[in-house]
């Protein structure tokens, strides 16, 4: 059974940036594709990026194309996503999740394990 924690997020200004971690334990990180999702208020949960088994591939929304970035660490066994000039619509609880497929998917009900999620707040 896969555990992943979040950590990183935060309460912060229209224009900053963020760095939010996932840490993985308890499975071969190596195996997954990793992603990232956000939920804001009354809203579903909305796909944010994705990465390959091996890093070679991402996708991002296109909400955040070009501000916010995946990658990974299969040696730490950890997922990042640098966020940049962040707005106040990007306010949500971010969540990673692992799929067992090679390249992964924007739909979250492929998705195999999920993190507990972290709060980002963008104040105006």
């Known amino acids: 059974q896969v555990q992943l924690v979040e950590s990183g997020g935060g309460l912060v200004q229209t224009g900053a940036s963020l760095k939010l971690s996932c840490a993985a334990s308890?499975?071969?990180?190596?195996?997954?594709?990793a992603a990232w999702f956000r939920q804001a208020p009354e809203k579903g949960r909305e796909f944010v990026a994705r990465?390959?088994?091996?890093?070679?591939?991402?996708a991002h929304a296109q909400s955040v194309q070009g501000r916010f970035t995946i990658s990974r660490n299969n040696a730490k066994s950890t997922v990042y996503l640098e966020m940049s000039s962040l707005k106040p619509e990007d306010t949500a609880i971010y969540y990673c999740?692992?799929?067992?497929?090679?390249?992964?998917?924007?739909?979250?009900?492929?998705?195999?394990?999920w993190g507990q999620g972290t709060q980002v707040t963008v104040s105006s």
């Open positions: 990465i390959s088994v091996n890093g070679g591939m991402a």
């Open positions: 308890g499975g071969n990180f190596r195996d997954y594709t």
């Open positions: 999740a692992l799929d067992s497929t090679p390249y992964g998917s924007p739909n979250p009900a492929e998705y195999d394990y």
